[in-house]
């Protein structure tokens, strides 16, 4: 899963200027400067064409390993297009690892700041129109945790990551009990994927396919370690209330999610190491 902490530096692998040339509507993007994380997986980079911001990301060979649909990812950043949820897509090529889309303005939240409970409503007013109002694109697959679980699990190679893998589905398992209606969803809501500006958006659409939308919710409380209050405050403006069923289910989900990190976390580190 992404929204995990940026633990390796990951292979080099990318041969930024020829992509670029390589692409001729990408021909007067001029880079500026590199940003902060990326992981070992991809490379991300402030750039400008003429007086217009743009972020260029650049893959490395490491996100077919880890399993990562570029293709998926353009067609989510289609569908919200419009919908003030995330940035305008400008170019994608995901054959050749290349994605462009506009600057948006702001800058992206603190761990800290999501327990700020003005902010915590309007990122679950945020999820709550993504949800509700944004179609999945027809041609993503819903998340298969399972398969992404032992993906992760495969690259750790060793007994304790695939026991891992076994308890985290039973976590969600039991958390798909309290049937809810798949969604489109995010995936990734932490806080550097979360931009405080004029108006809160989210970046970094990678992880994004059809789920449970209260997997969104388990990120953001696990991730970030919010205590029950702040945790039912964000389920309320995310689902309109706090539903019994949905707490029970989104207390199973912060279980697992917090397994889905560590084998994300080893799997990345794995990753790395191959190259």
């Given amino acids: 899963m992404g929204g995990l902490p940026f633990l390796a530096q990951g292979p080099a692998g990318v041969k930024r200027q020829r992509l670029l040339d390589e692409c001729p509507a990408l021909a007067d993007v001029k880079l500026i400067r590199r940003l902060g994380g990326g992981g070992g997986w991809n490379e991300t980079w402030l750039a400008a064409r003429g007086v217009e911001g743009l972020v260029v990301r650049f893959d490395t060979p490491a996100v077919r390993l880890l399993g990562l649909d570029r293709a998926a990812e353009v067609d989510v950043l289609r569908a919200i297009e419009g919908r003030e949820l995330g940035p305008e897509l400008v170019f994608a090529d995901p054959r050749r690892g290349v994605l462009v889309t506009r600057r948006l303005p702001g800058r992206a939240c603190t761990p800290g700041g999501l327990r700020d409970p003005l902010l915590l409503r309007n990122l679950g007013a945020n999820l709550r129109r993504l949800h509700e109002t944004v179609l999945p694109p027809p041609d993503i697959a819903p998340l298969d945790m399972a398969r992404s679980l032992d993906r992760y699990a495969s690259l750790v190679g060793n007994v304790r990551a695939r026991r891992t893998a076994r308890e985290t589905c039973r976590s969600l398992r039991a958390a798909a009990g309290h049937r ?72 199973h989900l912060v279980v697992g999610y917090e397994n889905v990190r560590l084998l994300w976390e080893a799997a990345v580190r794995a990753v790395a190491q191959i190259d």
């Fill in 180 to 251: 809810r209606k798949p969604a489109l969803c995010h995936n990734d809501p932490v806080a550097q994927n979360i931009l405080r500006g004029p108006a809160l958006r989210l970046i970094d659409w990678e992880f994004s396919a059809p789920g449970d939308p209260l997997f969104d919710l388990a990120v953001v409380i696990g991730h970030h370690d919010l205590d029950v209050g702040q945790g039912r405050a964000l389920l309320g403006a995310a689902r309109g209330r706090v539903y019994p069923s949905d707490w029970r289910g989104l207390t």
